[in-house]
């Protein structure tokens, strides 16, 4: 049985943790090194750091902070937004990053997830996928931190990430964003059984059910939040020991 994880998110703005619903009204959550810091104490599995403004603001993940942040922690560390290019993902790897996430680069360039696959490994390259749902019932894409939508469907596009080398997928619920009404497992379900590598979900957690539902009946690998855990509403090893008693198989430490 696989190992699932608990993966908190901070997304950032102007140098702070922050958080929204539906990806707007952000509020500040803190300092991200001391947050990341805690997070590590606490017994995540593994940290995001998201540059929430990089792609739209058209300027590069501030890198002096993801190095700060890389030697607080000991846990894996994946850092996104505002990465571009081959450059700018050696550059994020080498100030202490695990894993890259691309998102808004990858839309426009699908050939950057192949190329970083092939020149960084696989399991260096995330690609993170902010899905909406449409009046038809099916999901859109969209880019620069869920400003556009491109128009393109979330299911079709986890399933061409996954054969250009991805090897895990950042799965966002916009429409579950923030509101803490659970994951929305339909969107989940339809990318889990299409790919064979691990998704993470991301967007609509409110309590323990919710991440065993994503990690179960949505078929995830890893379940992300981020205000839950930010405002101490839920303590991760408090929602690993539910999740072992419900019979998921965690890592859990002292």
């Known amino acids: 049985m696989h190992t699932k994880r608990i993966i908190p998110c901070l997304d950032v703005n102007n140098g702070r943790v922050v958080k929204g619903i539906n990806f707007v009204n ?14 590590d104490k606490a017994g995540a599995d593994e940290l995001v750091f998201l540059d929430i403004t990089a792609s739209s603001d058209a300027r ?11 030697e607080k922690i000991f846990i894996p560390f994946t850092v996104g937004g505002g990465i571009r290019t081959i450059d700018d993902i050696r550059e994020t790897l080498r100030e202490g990053a695990d894993k890259v996430a691309v998102n808004s680069a990858a839309i426009m360039n699908p050939k950057l997830i192949s190329d970083g696959a092939e020149k960084f490994g696989s399991q260096c390259m995330v690609v993170a996928i902010d899905a909406k749902r449409t009046s038809d019932g099916s999901y859109h894409i969209y880019k620069n931190g ?30 579950c964003d923030g509101t803490k009404n ?3 497992l339909d969107l989940l379900k339809q990318i889990t059984d299409c790919v064979s590598i691990p998704v993470i979900a991301s967007g609509g957690a409110g309590n323990n059910e919710h991440f065993y539902e994503a990690l ?29 008693d419900k019979g998921v198989s965690v890592r859990l430490t002292e």
């Open 146 to 175: 869920g400003r556009i939508d491109m128009g393109i469907d979330a299911v079709e596009w986890a399933v061409k990430a996954w054969q250009l080398g991805a090897g895990e997928l950042l799965v966002t619920s916009m429409d």
């Open 216 to 244: 179960t009946t949505g078929g995830c690998e890893a379940a992300l939040a981020a205000s839950l855990f930010h405002y101490k509403e839920l303590e991760i090893k408090e929602l690993k020991k539910y999740l072992r």
């Open 60 to 70: 590069k993940t501030k890198l002096e902070l993801v190095r700060r942040i890389a």
């Open 26 to 39: 952000l509020r500040d959550a803190g300092d991200p090194i001391e947050v990341g810091s805690a997070y």
């Open 182 to 184: 659970g994951y929305d």
